[in-house]
């Protein structure tokens, strides 16, 4: 189940089932509507499918409609979406944007800042990651400020800089955190700089962004990843889209592992977790997915 936006999740699933070659597996895809009458039609359709497992990047509330629709079928539905009830057979692998957000706020602390700055977009993720960031900052003594990209009070910014003990944190891609550092009036005075998880991913050398300090999952692949994904489709990958790949490729392992208990409770919150292109994982007893993280430096 994708929300079928660019650079959507779909592609990374459907890359998954080109490498499980010597795993027989079928991916049935239906792009979600933001109605409850669409999310009804594909729950009635993905079970006249036959499916075993429904993988969706929807929200947390239609995915726990989705779980409702399907657990009288016992069908399990894995969200990217932070929503978990395992009574209804609904578990969550979100890719933790609390725990990104609330490493780079520590770091932030230890760095003995004071503000900072988070430049977002009005996409959904930035918008979730602003306000991680916001609630870390304020837990970590940091005075927070939020600007748009485009916005005066953006221009502002670059026009007069962070200032002393400041940090500017970016929820945004690295395209338009190279072009926001581009158009600062003097950018000798170069502040502390954070990006995000999908910077890990975008293959692209950016000057101006050397030495950021970036969020990455422990035990991560995404450099190979972020190149297969590229090779494959001509554009950057997504940590969206790694936790997809992620969860088809463990959906098609577990039959050959579990046999009939592959999608059951006791087996998707196996203890030892899981590893893939995003690192190591697991899913607790609540359904709710665990990730670790660690800060790396842009080179």
Same mark, same amino acid.
């Given at each position: ?7 959507? &999740?779909?592609?990374?699933?459907? /890359?998954?089932?080109?490498? /499980? ?10 792009? %979600? ?64 944007? %609390? ?12 760095? #003995?800042?004071?503000?900072? @700055? $988070? ?25 927070? !400020? ?5 916005? !005066? ?16 944190? @970016? ?22 700089? @954070? ?13 101006? /962004? ?10 991560? #692949?995404?450099?190979? @990843? ?30 050959? $592992? ?6 059951? &409770? ?5 203890? #030892?977790?899981? #590893? ?17 993280? $660690? ?5």
């Amino acid at each position: 189940m994708s929300d079928g936006a660019t650079n959507a &999740p779909y592609l990374a699933g459907k /890359l998954a089932t080109q490498k /499980l070659t010597k795993t027989p597996i079928t991916l049935v895809v239906r792009r %979600a509507g933001n109605d409850g009458s669409s999310l009804r039609n594909n729950a009635a359709s993905l079970r006249s499918a036959n499916v075993d497992i429904v993988i969706t990047d929807v929200d947390a509330a239609q995915s726990a409609q989705l779980a409702a629709e399907l657990s009288g079928n016992l069908i399990p539905v894995i969200t990217l979406a932070p929503a978990a009830n395992v009574d209804r057979m609904l578990y969550s692998a979100d890719t933790d944007i %609390a725990g990104e957000a609330k490493i780079m706020a520590e770091k932030a602390r230890a760095l #003995k800042l004071k503000k900072v @700055f $988070i430049v977002r977009t009005p996409s959904a993720r930035s918008g979730e990651l602003t306000a991680q960031l916001e609630g870390q900052a304020a837990k970590n003594g940091l005075q927070a !400020a939020v600007v748009s990209i485009g916005s !005066a009070e953006a221009i502002n910014l670059q026009q007069t800089g962070a200032g002393a003990q400041a940090a500017i944190i @970016f929820a945004t891609s690295p395209n338009l955190a190279s072009a926001f550092l581009a158009g600062q009036a003097n950018p000798a005075a170069s502040p502390t700089i @954070f990006g995000n998880a999908d910077w890990v991913l975008d293959l692209t050398a950016y000057a101006n /962004l050397s030495g950021a300090h970036i969020p990455t999952p422990t035990e991560n #692949k995404l450099s190979g @990843f972020a190149q297969l994904f590229k090779s494959t489709y001509g554009q950057n990958a997504s940590v969206r889209g790694a936790a997809i790949y992620d969860l088809v490729v463990l959906t098609a392992a577990l039959p050959q $592992i579990a046999g009939a208990e592959a999608y059951t &409770p006791r087996i998707l919150t196996n203890d #030892k977790g899981f #590893k893939g292109q995003l690192g190591w994982f697991r899913i607790n007893e609540q359904g709710r997915s665990i990730r670790k993280w $660690i800060l790396s430096q842009r080179q």
